[in-house]
């Protein structure tokens, strides 16, 4: 089952917060976290694993809730840079690495 | 620097015809993988690999072929039985368990039916 993301799009100055939301109906024992300029290529943030840890890269930082399955990406004081297309991806259970990811969130950061 | 070469970037097909997108890796990376990206729905896997010699369907096989005969190289093969192939494809490879350290993607090849 794809994951769920929200919102689906994201428009904020640059400076401000913002924070996307990623939620499975199935069990997740991890969190990949991507981020796609347009017309290129999807760049790998991070993973979260089981344990309810918090990463960061850059002033990006996440959280994984694995009772809640779900997971949130946090931007912090956000820059030009971070214009783009977010997305979550959860593996499978049958012990391969394969991705299920989600929609994806539109995020565009304004002068 | 090691990495995911796809190519050709572009790709025109006409209706009826078979086309090959290429995907190569020199990351050693034991699993690859073929995803779809259409406006809106995010990516979608067709096919992957964990093993050379050795390929899955995904969600969205039909229409579509792999071979894998070396661990460098995984390529797709668009057919004519593919009836709405115009989409963004997306190769990615990673370790045998990604949550190691995730996906490297491809730059992908843009596919547009003529």
């Known amino acids: 089952q794809q994951p769920v993301q929200s919102p689906q799009a994201v428009i904020l100055r640059e400076g401000e917060d913002a924070v996307i939301n990623c939620s499975s109906s199935?069990?997740?024992?991890?969190v990949h976290w991507y981020r796609q300029k347009h017309g290129e290529a999807p760049v790998f943030l991070m993973i979260?694993?089981?344990?309810?840890e918090q990463k960061g890269h850059e002033k990006i930082s996440a959280s994984f809730n694995e009772k809640k399955q779900q997971s949130s990406l946090y931007l912090t004081a956000s820059q030009l840079s971070y214009s783009g297309t977010y997305f979550c991806?959860?593996?499978?259970?049958?012990?391969?690495?394969?991705?299920?990811f989600g929609k994806g969130t539109m995020l565009l950061v304004s002068p | 620097d090691g990495g995911i070469t796809q190519s050709p970037k572009y790709l025109f097909r006409k209706e009826g015809q078979n086309v090959t997108l290429s995907c190569e890796q020199n990351l050693n990376h034991d699993a690859m993988y073929w995803y779809r990206q259409d406006p809106g729905q995010g990516l979608r896997l067709i096919y992957y690999?964990?093993?050379?010699?050795?390929?899955q369907k995904g969600d969205i096989a039909e229409g579509y072929s792999v071979s894998r005969e070396k661990k460098e190289s995984f390529p797709l093969t668009v057919t004519s039985a593919q009836k709405n192939p115009t989409a963004f494809y997306l190769c990615?490879?990673?370790?045998?368990?990604?949550?190691?350290?995730?996906?490297?993607f491809g730059s992908g090849t843009r596919l547009t039916v003529v």
């Open positions: 199935k069990a997740l024992y991890s």
């Open positions: 690999s964990q093993i050379v010699n050795d390929f």
């Open positions: 990615a490879s990673s370790t045998s368990w990604a949550g190691g350290s995730g996906y490297t």
């Open positions: 979260l694993l089981k344990g309810g």
């Open positions: 991806g959860t593996p499978d259970l049958s012990g391969y690495s394969t991705l299920t």
